[in-house]
T-cell receptor, first 112, second 115 residues
Framework: KAGVTQTPRYLIKTRGQQVTLSCSPI?????VSWYQQTPGQGLQFLFE???????NKGNFPGRFSGRQFSNSRSEMNVSTLELGDSALYLC???????????FGPGTRLLVL | AQSVTQPDIHITVSEGASLELRCNYS??????LFWYVQSPGQGLQLLLK??????LVQGIKGFEAEFKRSQSSFNLRKPSVHWSDAAEYFC?????????????FGTGTLLAVQP
C-alpha cells in the first residue's frame, strides 16, 4: 500500500496570505489528523477528521481550519498567515479507532 | 491533564553501545503508547506501540520498550546502537476521552551517535 502523501512538500508565503495543504491517507483509512511541529512548541495536535466530520480540535485559533472529503483525503487551511505559523505540518492517517497513526512526510511552510 | 515527559533533550552514545531513552506519561487509565523516530526533514516513523498485553514490546530496527504501570514509564531500549540510529525520538500517548486518535507527544530526545 502507498503511504500517506502530503502536497506540497515546501511552501513559502508572506504574512497575511492564506495557504491550503493537502493530505491523502493510506487507502482504507478513515481518520486523518493534523499536527504542527515547531522547534519551540514541539508537536501539537491541530484537528482530526473521521468520515468527513471533525471530531477533535486542538488549541489553535480559528484561522486554522480543515475538511475531509468522501474519499478520506483531507485539506487544512490557514488564513491570514503570521510569522509564527512557520512550521512543519504533519498529517497522519488511521484505519479505525485507537489504532496506529501513520505519518506523511510533512509540508514545510515558511512565512516571510 | 494528560502529558508525556521525555527528560533527556539530547543524548550522545558511541556506536555499539546500548541505549535507553526515557519516557514518562500521565494518564488515568490503561494508555496507548507509541515511540516514533524522525530523521531530519522527514515525517514520523513508528518504531513500536503498546496497547495491552505483554509489557515488553518489540519494534523495528532492533528497538524494544517496556511498559511499567507502577512507574508510569515506557522507556525505549536498544542493545547496540548503529550510526544510522542518529535521529530524534518521540514518545506519545493516545488521548483519553471518547473516540479519538489524537496523540500527545513528548518534547523529543535527539540522539547523536559517535563513531
Amino acid at each position: 500500500k502507498a503511504g500517506v502523501t502530503q502536497t506540497p512538500r515546501y511552501l513559502i508565503k508572506t504574512r497575511g496570505q492564506q495557504v491550503t495543504l493537502s493530505c491523502s491517507p493510506i487507502s482504507g483509512h478513515r481518520s486523518v489528523s493534523w499536527y504542527q511541529q515547531t522547534p519551540g512548541q514541539g508537536l501539537q495536535f491541530l484537528f482530526e477528521y473521521f468520515s468527513e466530520t471533525q471530531r477533535n480540535k486542538g488549541n489553535f485559533p480559528g484561522r486554522f481550519s480543515g475538511r475531509q472529503f468522501s474519499n478520506s483525503r483531507s485539506e487544512m487551511n490557514v488564513s491570514t498567515l503570521e510569522l509564527g505559523d512557520s512550521a512543519l505540518y504533519l498529517c497522519a492517517s488511521t484505519q479505525g479507532e485507537r489504532e496506529t497513526q501513520y505519518f506523511g512526510p510533512g509540508t514545510r511552510l515558511l512565512v516571510l | 491533564a494528560q502529558s508525556v515527559t521525555q527528560p533527556d533533550i539530547h543524548i550522545t552514545v558511541s556506536e555499539g553501545a546500548s541505549l535507553e531513552l526515557r519516557c514518562n506519561y500521565s494518564y488515568g487509565a490503561t494508555p496507548y503508547l507509541f515511540w516514533y523516530v524522525q530523521s531530519p526533514g522527514q515525517g514520523l516513523q513508528l518504531l513500536l506501540k503498546y496497547f495491552s498485553g505483554d509489557t515488553l514490546v518489540q519494534g523495528i530496527k532492533g528497538f524494544e520498550a517496556e511498559f511499567k504501570r507502577s512507574q508510569s514509564s515506557f522507556n525505549l531500549r536498544k542493545p547496540s546502537v548503529h550510526w544510522s540510529d542518529a535521529a530524534e525520538y518521540f514518545c506519545a500517548v493516545g488521548a483519553q476521552g471518547g473516540a479519538t486518535n489524537k496523540l500527545i507527544f513528548g518534547t523529543g530526545t535527539l540522539l547523536a551517535v559517535q563513531p
